[in-house]
């Protein structure tokens, strides 16, 4: 799938950005970037495959991983199931087990930390307390190098410790505190860079709470959609027994450590759905049900023992149906089988098929028609992800302005007023020439409208995108007026 999927909006951002090796980055902490960086660097190639390839081979570490755990904390066999229904799971195993993204590297380092911190505070049984606390730390800091999210899972920690009376006794102990301060040195890159850049990157991310709506069915909504994402006959089990974890509390130690950690991440986007007028992404909950896999592991082991035919054939049908799903998109991805069978009009009802596939013919198409010779040339946009999908084509050759305020890491690698009298090339999807030469034309001395440039997938018209030349560019005045 990491060679037959073009890749998406977000990845080709990460891709394009991660060109630029830096401490940290303006939309999350840099290990994901870092990893698309190292996988560039080393093969000399960008293919969706090769910039993919760190991601999977860190799946493939974080099955192991939750085998560990739920081994650790159980029996064998419940690992072998909790490993099972993860790679069933297709946010955890499709998205964040094979795409350039930050939860990939999240989700591996999370699973690090509940290892060791389960041995730790005794959990599992373990006699080198140093080294596990240490353990500990170590993949707290990696997991927040990764995403900002980890910290509503790590925080379970200090919670198990203050609610169990073996616990509170750590608290007057150096260790965990030790811990504590090797994860903030590992993180302290992206202190660090944030400092360095007026805390844009906190900034951005706090600002995803804003806003103020009162929408009380909204709770209800985003965990229909994390259901979706999760598969609801796996995320449904997943709660009840977060549930039953809760209910017993203290007294079973293993489930009460796993629904601490699970416990933020799950309620909280859900309650502040309640009164942001901001869009919930339905992923931001997944860490916290990641550590729920080692309770649905050792109930179908138990159920297992018991027979439970039922059961068994629902994980064959799933297996089933994800192959079968994977197959199609797959080979749709490539082919446009689609439109082959019921004509091109198709993909104007699909939703934005332009962010799943690569716009591979956009760099043939304007060197054909001589646009990209100017000297000094750079290639102006109007969307962030606009930005990543025509600079991964260009192979980041020419540099790419993007010329509204919300310009995410382009603000940093390409400001705007550090092109200023520089020809700019406005390449903008899905837009009206005229529109767009009023709206702009205040940044230029000359806008002129050219011949769109029509984008095809598979063979198959896919969209349009706007063509406009401007120069004399004036990129001081361009967060006044827009």
């Not at 990460?14 to 698309?36: F, I, K």
């Not at 509390?249 to 309620?267: F, K, N, S, Y």
């Not at 009802?349 to 043939?364: R, T």
């Amino acid at each position: 799938m990491g060679w037959a999927l073009g890749l998406g909006v977000d990845e080709t951002y990460m891709v394009a950005a991660s060109r630029h090796l830096a401490l940290s980055y303006y939309d999350h902490p840099p290990v994901s970037w870092w990893l698309t960086h190292a996988a560039m660097s080393l093969t000399g190639s960008d293919a969706p495959v090769v910039v993919r390839m760190p991601f999977i081979l860190l799946f493939a570490l974080t099955t192991w991983l939750m085998a560990r755990l739920t081994t650790d904390l159980f029996d064998a066999r419940a690992g072998l199931w909790a490993a099972v229904i993860l790679n069933l799971s297709p946010v955890y195993a499709i998205t964040a087990g094979g795409w350039v993204l930050p939860d990939g590297p999240l989700d591996c380092a999370l699973l690090g930390f509940a290892i060791f911190a389960a041995r730790a505070v005794g959990v599992v049984p373990c006699r080198n307390t140093w080294l596990n606390w240490l353990g500990a730390g170590l993949f707290a800091g990696l997991a927040m190098l990764s995403k900002y999210n980890a910290a509503l899972v790590l925080i379970g920690l200090p919670a198990f410790l203050l609610t169990t009376r073996h616990g509170r006794t750590w608290l007057g102990r150096p260790e965990p505190w030790v811990a504590g301060l090797v994860a903030v040195l590992i993180f302290s890159p992206v202190i660090v860079w944030n400092l360095a850049h007026g805390w844009a990157s906190f900034a951005f991310q706090g600002s995803r709470a804003g806003g103020l709506r009162f929408q009380p069915l909204a709770p209800f909504g985003v965990w229909a959609g994390e259901a979706l994402f999760v598969l609801p006959w796996i995320w449904l089990p997943l709660i009840l027994l977060w549930l039953r974890a809760l209910r017993r509390g203290p007294t079973e130690p293993r489930g009460w450590l796993l629904a601490l950690l699970a416990a933020t991440p799950i309620l909280l986007f859900a309650i502040v759905a309640l009164w942001s007028s901001r869009h919930i992404l339905f992923h931001w909950s997944t860490p916290g049900t990641l550590m729920l896999f080692p309770l649905l592991g050792a109930e179908i082991s138990r159920r297992m023992a018991l027979g439970a035919p039922r059961l068994r054939r629902t994980m064959i049908g799933t297996a089933a149906f994800l192959l079968v799903v994977l197959a199609l998109a797959g080979s749709e991805m490539r082919l446009n089988w689609v439109s082959a069978l019921f004509g091109p009009r198709v993909l104007a009802h699909a939703g934005d098929v332009a962010g799943a596939v690569n716009w591979s013919g956009l760099k043939p198409e304007l060197e054909a028609r001589g646009l990209l010779t100017t000297p000094g040339l750079v290639i102006g946009v109007t969307r962030w992800s606009d930005a990543g999908k025509i600079d991964y084509e260009l192979g980041g050759t020419i540099p790419v302005v993007i010329l509204v305020a919300d310009a995410r890491e382009y603000g940093i690698l390409a400001p705007p007023a550090r092109f200023a009298g520089r020809p700019i090339l406005m390449l903008v999807p899905r837009s009206d020439p005229a529109e767009l030469a009023a709206r702009f034309s205040p940044l230029f001395a000359h806008l002129t409208v050219l011949p769109s440039l029509p984008i095809l997938f598979a063979g198959f018209p896919m969209m349009t995108i706007s063509v406009l030349r401007g120069d004399g560019f004036d990129g001081s005045t361009l967060r006044k007026k827009h």
